[in-house]
């Protein structure tokens, strides 16, 4: 362990070994710090955590075998699963930084302090900052505060939903002469009604010790906003975005709080967000409702009702039209995560969507600043990854190239849907997500539309069988062979690649939705062996050949040919029908050709 004795100045680091302190006006001062902390580690019990007190450091370790211990906080706001802790002491008053920046994986990371001096566990922390995908970053964080002089803080690094991988992890010391204002409280992400007057508030101490500023999406707003409170007087579409305060202490010494993501949603649900990660989507849905809850009460002007008030049990109804408005500025997508409709993106937004009543829901983003692509989800059960998602439906353009996209499909209230905006390329912007829930055009449960054709297929050949079905996604498919279950089978269509004898079957379906089911039906498939085709010359006849081929009872024989192999081939307008022996077809000299027999 390193002691460092309080200095004032800004420290860069010049290497692992040497460092340089630059006093503002004054000489440089050189001494030697261990900037590599090796004798530091990061540990995974939270009691058996190591104490720090270095200006600066980076330690480097994997969490893959740390664990989540019992009562231990949600690190960066998020679930985690492999954490690891160490404890840093202020060595004198200033600013300090933290951050996992070039770590390998999705990180989290979380400063805390005991709320009491004889603290000690978990139930004693509050946190001071916290941060997942930090903005300039990827998948690493990075948080900042101001700190008193030989305060503890401490520290955690947990991986997003489990993730691990090698942990770079470093810490960096900004010494200050005053007591910095410290940010305590920042404003929380929310949504907010078009026209509603937004104040987000942060609440700081020793705020005279520092220049106080509001930022929007990364820049500073202007004219400056110096207090505590930021006012908007009518919030509108192009206010959405990222808002957080900056403390300016001069010469370069500054830190922000902790960023709020604020957004529209006009069915007046404030807890309903978009969400970078569809993951985290889950814990601010736009769950639909019909009304049941508290009392409203309008004005009666029905047949010249005099105006009265009349109190009316509807309660809050939301899910049926409206828009949830987002900036996807920040925006980015997981490298495991799936190209939306097969279009290149790389800044995607997820919002869960789980409907008041069964019906057909219009998802469009018309008025979005950006070339958008949607797609839609779901799942059974709890999802855990991109592997559980079930595709519903996408679409890219649907009025216009570079333009807004739209669908249009069957829902029902007891399920929840993922939608996927995500920017055409990587664009990115202010996106209108808008949905519309017809009632009056139901869901369908499945029904076969037509009669399975049987097949017949040579040997070596892919077969596709396409279901002829209708009803409302999800459609959840089993297929059996000769009446046993194929595993591991659950849509549309059945794939059999590179079929032989053994793959001559009846095949059947069966398909069942939410609505019910199942509606099934079967196709037959007959698998034969190519047949060996000879051309021989007719004995006596110099301009004859005999094309030779054996046959199958009840099969078609048809014979093409073809002047180049490239081209396209001509099939004979009379055809063959198989009795067990071999065909014979006279073939007549005429140039150079090619010949082939499909067998149906």
Not at 76 to 104: C, D, M
Not at 181 to 188: E, T
């Amino acid at each position: 362990m390193n002691m460092i004795l309080p200095v004032a100045g800004k420290l860069e680091s010049r290497g692992t070994r040497r460092s340089c302190l630059r006093f503002r006006g004054w000489s440089c001062v050189l001494m030697f710090l261990a900037f590599h902390a090796g004798a530091q580690t990061l540990e995974d019990v939270f009691t058996n955590r190591q104490t720090i007190i270095s200006v600066s450091g980076q330690i480097e370790q994997s969490n893959t075998n740390a664990t989540v211990e019992v009562g231990e906080p949600r690190h960066g706001g998020k679930q985690g699963g492999h954490s690891l802790w160490i404890s840093w002491i202020a060595p004198t008053n200033g600013i300090v930084e933290f951050k996992t920046e070039t770590s390998r994986f999705d990180t989290l990371l979380s400063a805390y302090q005991f709320t009491n001096s004889g603290g000690s566990t978990f139930s004693d922390l509050r946190e001071v900052a916290r941060a997942d995908d930090s903005e300039g970053f990827e998948r690493e964080s990075e948080i900042e505060f101001g700190v008193l002089a030989g305060e503890r803080y401490e520290i955690a690094v947990d991986g997003y939903r489990g993730a691990v991988g090698r942990v770079e992890f470093k810490w960096n010391f900004e010494s200050l002469p005053i007591l910095p204002a410290q940010i305590l409280g920042s404003p929380a992400d929310r949504s907010v009604g078009i026209g509603d007057v937004v104040t987000l508030s942060a609440t700081i101490t020793n705020v005279g010790n520092g220049q106080v500023s509001w930022y929007f999406n990364g820049n500073e707003i202007v004219p400056v906003v110096s207090t505590t409170n930021l006012v908007i007087p009518s919030f509108q579409a192009t206010n959405v975005g990222r808002y957080k305060v900056r403390v300016n202490f001069g010469g370069g010494v500054s830190y922000y709080s902790v960023p709020a993501d604020v957004q529209i949603n006009t069915d007046g649900s404030s807890n309903t967000l978009a969400q970078p990660k569809f993951l985290d989507a889950q814990s601010t849905p736009l769950i639909g409702t019909n009304g049941g809850g508290s009392s409203l009460r309008f004005q009666n002007l029905v047949n010249g009702g005099g105006g009265g008030i009349t109190p009316m049990n509807l309660g809050v109804v939301r899910g049926y039209n409206g828009s949830q408005i987002f900036n996807t500025t920040y925006a980015t997508s997981d490298p495991l995560e799936p190209a939306h409709c097969n279009v290149p993106g790389g800044a995607s937004y997820w919002l869960l969507y789980q409907p008041p009543t069964n019906g057909t829901i219009t998802l469009d983003t018309i008025g979005s600043s950006y070339d958008t692509v949607m797609e839609v989800y779901t799942y059974n059960g709890t999802p855990a990854g991109y592997a559980d998602l079930i595709k519903i439906d996408c679409n890219d353009n649907a009025f216009a190239t570079n333009g807004a996209s739209r669908v249009s499909f069957g829902v029902v209230k007891s399920r929840q849907y993922l939608v996927a905006v995500d920017g055409v390329s990587g664009a990115r912007g202010v996106a209108w997500l808008n949905y519309s829930l017809a009632t009056n055009q139901l869901p369908q449960s499945p029904a076969v539309t037509g009669t399975p054709s049987s097949l017949v297929a040579a040997e070596g050949a892919t077969v596709v069988m396409s279901a002829p079905v209708m009803g409302s996604p999800p459609l959840m498919f089993t297929w059996r062979k000769n009446g046993t279950l194929i595993p591991g089978v659950n849509s549309n269509p059945l794939v059999l690649a590179n079929v032989t004898t053994n793959s001559t079957a009846s095949y059947s379906f069966a398909v069942t939705n939410d609505l019910g089911g199942p509606a099934q039906s079967e196709f037959g498939l007959t698998v034969i062996p190519p047949p060996a085709c000879s051309l021989t010359a007719v004995p006596g006849s110099p301009n004859a050949f005999m094309l030779s081929f054996p046959s199958i009872v009840g099969r078609s024989y048809i014979v093409e040919d073809t002047t180049n192999l490239a081209g396209a081939w001509t099939p004979w307008p009379n055809f063959y029908i198989g009795d067990g022996q071999p065909i014979n077809a006279y073939v007549w000299k005429s140039g150079n050709r090619f010949f082939r027999v499909r067998v149906e």
